[in-house]
């Protein structure tokens, strides 16, 4: 792989989506084996990130977000294990490579930014000699020219970090939470990354310092094309960033689609629920808030069939027996899916929408806007 | 015993959709101020010691039967200022009045019957719980130390366990048997079981997941309507607060900068930094995206040395010279509208939206 320098654009400047495909889930599932159980914590979960993209990993705690991205990384915690699946990156299957080589890919390739910024820095270490080791560890993704402390100037001045000389002789200590975010940031997309994964960024910040990181965000991808999968519980910043959405339920991706269409007609009635249950600005305030009853399952004895059945209304007797499959719906990027036997139904009486041999649904391309 | 609310607060709530406009106040604050630090002796050459302004000359008052939202930014005080009106730190001056006594000069049995009547229940039921006592133990906890006898005090577990939705097995369980919303109800029974009049609640759904949110923010509201109960809610998420909160104040570096009931702050914000921070909150509507957001630039500063003048107007987008002298009064610029900026005028129109400085559109 040819070394980049600063100064040199990227080939997509100012980006949207491009067509090619980075990274390529399929199947993938991951398994935490303790003493007395067996937590299917992610289960036959699929989705593709093309280059430039904002994904959207939308889900509450436990249905398998964080596992999803570790488990694209290599770094399933132990008793956890990739158990199935592949996971192409630029057509190479992470999951088949050494461990010394997805070494290489990770923090160069593909950068991840965690939720808690100090826990991520180290606190003994200043921010300048945290960063440059980037450019030691990964030396080929260097810039040819210049020296390690105007890289790291270079880039805290990216992720807007007043006076990056001075700042780099601090500890992350004298950082204030927001600034400590930037430089996991900064430090994220060091080696110039084709993929970043942000696993609740802003979730510890306050929330025009959210506003603050998510601009930056967004501007990152629209100079470098760099692509973002973004985990996330907050479906407000799902709505302002990301240009798909994968909402995931009990370890599944339950729906997926573009942001637009799953905002405008969610169609798995857990999204619907999710949806109905934000507190809104504006309009009227309700006197009791729509809720979605019961807790999500205990993944280590997860119920039979469809896991939100218990707390679906709609859930009918089949719910319960069978999981129902990943069945396609209309959706911009082409590649929409919802996982529910009720709305599979109402599918099949909409044109172009056909149930095929295996009892799946299929779309005739023609009905796909913008996905032939 | 629990009674059910009077009825006059439950037609109250249904004819002007916010509870206690014209109840009684039942909490009080006056000019409060707590700043930690920069006391004690000092030492011929030690530096000048300064101290922390974590809350600088805060006043409001809540009535009976009303929900009090309190929002602001982390370090903005609000914790600190439920501390203190609870009397769980000294003042450095003000005063806390609640039911018209000055709880600062209570002592005996009228602070403890102070105690009694307020609780509070904070964000993270993980911690707050202790994990080695028994949920019926937490939960009876308060009535024991009120030395409430046994057998009433089983007769009101019972009571409160099914008020929050938790069945009577529950007391005989650990804490961490239990979901965070399951644990909140826990934290929330152990709140009311004493009958109090005010809870303070602090983040009360910041930890839980956002299907559980909307149930605990429900009990609430149930709750408070059953029991009669006043509520100083503090919270950092804008839209818990539109929905839950009949008025609302806005805190700012210790400093309250706006207060207004939840309608007229969210529909039409009046101080600066009210609308950056409204702006600031992603909206749940892809069609949204490309509104018109007001960015906030820089950080918060430093409570030992807040700037001179009004505090926000290193960060204000339209702040004038007159702001980086003069403080700006509080003043109620209409009515049950209260605005320390003196560039909000006191009519009854807005303010000239402002122009952002550097284009002001993100995304």
New interface residues.
């Given amino acids: 792989m040819a070394a980049r320098t600063a100064a040199e654009p990227r080939p997509q400047p100012g980006a949207t989506i491009q067509d090619d495909v980075i990274l390529d889930v399929e199947g993938l599932s991951t398994h935490f084996r303790t003493r007395d159980a067996l937590v299917r914590a992610v289960n036959d979960v699929s989705f593709r990130v093309r280059r430039g993209e904002i994904l959207g990993v939308v889900g509450e705690s436990g249905s398998g977000k964080s596992v999803t991205a570790r488990s694209i990384l290599g770094l399933v915690p132990a008793p956890g294990r990739v158990v199935s699946g592949a996971v192409r990156f630029k057509g190479r299957d992470l999951l088949q490579m050494a461990e010394s080589e997805r070494r290489q890919v990770r923090g160069a390739e593909i950068a991840m930014v965690l939720q808690e910024p100090m826990t991520s820095l180290n606190p003994v270490l200043t921010i300048g000699n945290q960063l440059g080791e980037m450019f030691t560890a990964h030396p080929e993704r260097a810039p040819r020219s210049g020296s390690v402390r105007e890289w790291v100037a270079d880039l805290l001045g990216r992720v807007r970090i007043p006076d990056p000389i001075a700042r780099m002789a601090q500890y992350p200590l004298s950082f204030s939470g927001g600034m400590r975010q930037r430089a996991c940031i900064a430090m994220g997309i060091a080696c110039r990354p084709d993929l970043i994964i942000a696993d609740e960024p802003t979730t510890a910040l306050d929330v025009t310092i959210q506003a603050q990181v998510l601009h930056l965000l967004s501007d990152l991808r629209d100079e470098f094309g760099v692509s973002i999968i973004l985990i996330t519980h907050d479906l407000g910043v799902v709505a302002e960033m990301c240009d798909t959405v994968a909402v995931m339920y009990a370890g599944r991706i339950v729906e997926y689609a573009d942001v637009d269409t799953l905002f405008a007609t969610p169609r798995h009635p857990y999204t619907r629920a999710l949806l109905g249950s934000l507190p809104r600005f504006g309009g009227p305030r309700l006197r009791r808030q729509q809720t979605i009853e019961g807790q999500p399952p205990d993944l280590s004895r997860p119920p039979s069939g469809c896991a939100f059945a218990p707390r679906c209304a709609q859930a009918e007797d089949r719910c319960h027996e069978a999981t129902p499959p990943a069945s396609p719906i209309p959706s911009h990027n082409g590649g929409g899916s919802v996982r529910c036997w009720v709305v599979m139904d109402e599918l099949s009486g909409i044109p172009g929408m056909r149930i095929v041999a295996d009892g799946t649904l299929a779309v005739s391309a023609a009905h796909l806007d913008g996905g032939a | 015993m629990i009674e059910p609310a009077s009825v006059s607060a439950q037609e109250e709530r249904a004819r002007t959709?916010?509870a206690g406009a014209d109840a009684p106040v039942l909490l009080s604050i006056e000019d409060l101020k707590k700043y930690y630090g920069g006391g004690g002796m000092k030492l011929p050459f030690q530096a000048a010691r300064t101290p922390l302004r974590a809350v600088d000359g805060v006043s409001f008052q809540v009535r009976r039967g009303q929900n009090f939202g309190l929002v602001g930014?982390?370090g903005s005080g609000k914790s600190t200022l439920a501390k203190a009106v609870l009397r769980l730190e000294p003042l450095t001056a003000g005063r806390v009045r609640f039911d018209g006594a000055d709880v600062f000069t209570l002592g005996g049995a009228a602070l403890m019957a102070f105690r009694k009547a307020t609780h509070i229940v904070f964000q993270d039921p993980n911690s707050s719980l202790s994990p080695r006592m028994r949920v019926g133990d937490i939960i009876a906890e308060p009535l024991v130390i009120q030395g409430v006898p046994g057998r009433e005090v089983r007769r009101r577990l019972d009571e409160v366990l099914g008020l929050v939705g938790l069945s009577s097995a529950t007391a005989q369980r650990f804490p961490h048997e239990f979901?965070?919303?399951?644990r909140q109800r826990i934290a929330i029974a152990r709140a009311v079981i004493g009958e109090p009049k005010l809870i303070v609640l602090d983040e009360p759904v910041s930890a839980l997941?956002?299907?559980?949110?909307?149930?605990i923010?429900?009990l609430l509201?149930d709750l408070q309507e059953r029991l009669d109960l006043t509520y100083l809610t503090i919270a950092?998420?804008?839209?818990?607060v539109?929905?839950?909160c009949d008025v609302v104040g806005v805190m700012y570096l210790g400093k309250l900068v706006e207060l207004a009931p939840?309608?007229d702050l969210?529909?039409e914000p009046l101080h600066p930094y009210t609308r950056?921070?409204l702006s600031?909150?992603?909206?749940?509507?892809?069609?949204?995206?490309n509104r018109e957001?007001l960015?906030?630039r820089g950080?918060?500063p430093s409570p030992k040395a807040p700037p001179p003048g009004c505090t926000f107007h290193p960060r204000c987008p339209i702040a004038v010279e007159r702001c980086a002298t003069e403080i700006p009064d509080w003043r109620e610029v209409r009515p049950g509208r209260w605005v320390a900026c003196h560039l909000v005028e006191s009519r009854p129109n807005p303010p000239t939206p402002f122009p952002a400085r550097e284009g002001g559109v993100?995304?």
């Fill in positions: 959709g916010h930014e982390s979901s965070g919303g399951q997941d956002v299907s559980i949110r909307a149930q923010l429900n509201r950092h998420d804008l839209a818990v539109y929905q839950a939840s309608e969210f529909g950056i921070l600031s909150i992603p909206i749940a509507d892809p069609r949204q995206r957001r960015p906030l950080e918060i993100f995304g």
